[in-house]
């Protein structure tokens, strides 16, 4: 039982190249988030997945875009990318009507 | 916008000693919880309250609400080294079928050994 896995770990971009950032669970939760976390700031949320075949805009969603593939897969993408996307980007999930949110290791993205 | 805000920013103790960091939001919540970040990891959930709760123990973890004062403190008892690490409180609202959790900016604690 694996939990919450992303990949990559790191990844540096040049400003204007798109990347996805992958995020798999399992543990067959319903929910599933993107967050970002920067220096002195707590996580904000980018988007979420309330369900398989749902997804709705969090607090910073702008510049990213979102697809949840099945239950298990909950992508990122950035298709152009800006230095104020730098930032370490977590994945999370959660079942049903329980409250806990279950975190990946996260992503270290640098955009040059 | 950021829902809660810790207090204090950050927090040194000696090992042994009782770390105690506080809470305050600004909306209604239907719960509060608090996790802890290690350097260079995800967040790991610690302590979960409800809004109609006061007080909830778990392990050397006591987590009090005040819904009045929309407030909340964690206290960790006799600190080790091993609890060096940022904490973060988050608000959670439900919402239809919809479940967000709103986090605060977090508090850094060092217990020196």
């Known amino acids: 039982n694996a939990g919450v896995t992303q990949t990559p770990k790191f990844q540096v971009l040049k400003t204007g190249q798109s990347m996805t950032l992958q995020c798999a669970q399992d543990m067959n939760h319903n929910s599933m988030y993107w967050y970002r976390q920067d220096p002195g700031m707590g996580l904000r949320l980018i988007y979420y997945?309330?369900?398989?075949?749902?997804?709705d805009k969090g607090e910073v969603p702008n510049g990213y875009n979102v697809s949840r593939l099945n239950k298990r897969e909950f992508s990122l993408r950035l298709e152009s990318a800006a230095p104020s996307q730098t930032s370490v980007y977590f994945c999370?999930?959660?079942?049903?009507?329980?409250?806990?949110?279950?975190f990946g290791p996260g992503t270290r993205l640098t955009v040059l | 916008s950021q829902q809660g805000e810790e207090d204090p920013q950050a927090l040194s103790i000696q090992e042994g000693e009782n770390a105690t960091m506080n809470c305050s939001y600004k909306?209604?919540?239907?719960?509060l919880q608090w996790y802890r970040q290690n350097s260079g990891r995800g967040l790991v959930h610690l302590i979960l309250i409800r809004s109609n709760e006061r007080e909830k123990h778990s392990g050397r973890l006591r987590v009090t609400l005040d819904t009045s004062k929309k407030s909340s403190s964690l206290l960790i008892t006799a600190s080790r080294a091993a609890d060096t690490a940022s904490y973060f409180c988050a608000t959670g609202l439900q919402t239809g079928a919809n479940s967000k959790l709103t986090f605060g900016k977090g508090i850094t604690l060092s217990v020196r050994p």
């Open positions: 997945s309330a369900s398989e075949g749902t997804t």
């Open positions: 999370a999930s959660k079942w049903g009507n329980e409250d806990t949110q279950y």
């Open positions: 909306t209604s919540i239907n719960n």
